[in-house]
């Protein structure tokens, strides 16, 4: 479900005006990510959590805020890398495969004070998944 919404249309996509993720939860994933391991994931961006283990800066300790987040949380963000984020942005949804609110979602959206998200239709138009 996470590309069921399109990822540059502030209408379709919650996610460009929220950003509650991206300051709420750490960021680690496996080392080889890394550009200078052969990966996408910018280094310079990240720090060693563990020998196999990277992080994304600003997202170990509060008050996270991962460091490629741009913009205003619940204002309009963006990822400067997102073609080149790591494996838990890529796998994080706003929506579970059955068109409920992902429950980890609702709970940062929560967190900073923005409602629940409305379930969607895995099969919905994009005027269906219009998110008012």
């Given at each position: 479900?996470?590309?069921?919404?399109?990822?540059?249309?502030?209408?379709?996509n919650?996610?460009?005006?929220?950003?509650?993720?991206?300051?709420?939860?750490?960021?680690?994933?496996y080392?080889?990510?890394?550009?200078?391991?052969?990966?996408?994931?910018?280094?310079?961006?990240?720090?060693?959590?563990?020998?196999?283990?990277?992080?994304?800066?600003?997202?170990?300790?509060?008050?996270?805020?991962?460091?490629?987040?741009?913009?205003?949380?619940?204002?309009?963000?963006?990822?400067?890398?997102?073609?080149?984020?790591?494996?838990?942005?890529?796998?994080?949804?706003?929506?579970?495969?059955?068109?409920?609110?992902?429950?980890?979602?609702?709970?940062a959206?929560?967190?900073?004070?923005?409602?629940?998200?409305?379930?969607?239709?895995?099969?919905?138009?994009?005027?269906?998944?219009?998110?008012?």
């Open positions: 479900m996470s590309d069921a919404y399109d990822r540059d249309n502030p209408d379709l919650p996610c460009l005006s929220c950003g509650a993720c991206c300051v709420q939860y750490r960021v680690s994933f080392w080889g990510e890394c550009d200078d391991a052969g990966g996408c994931v910018p280094a310079a961006l990240t720090e060693q959590l563990t020998p196999h283990r990277r992080a994304m800066r600003g997202t170990l300790v509060p008050p996270v805020r991962c460091v490629a987040l741009t913009g205003e949380v619940t204002k309009h963000i963006g990822c400067s890398i997102y073609d080149q984020r790591p494996s838990p942005c890529r796998e994080f949804s706003v929506w579970e495969e059955d068109g409920t609110p992902n429950p980890r979602c609702t709970q959206r929560a967190r900073i004070g923005l409602p629940e998200l409305a379930p969607i239709h895995a099969n919905a138009s994009d005027d269906e998944r219009r998110v008012n």
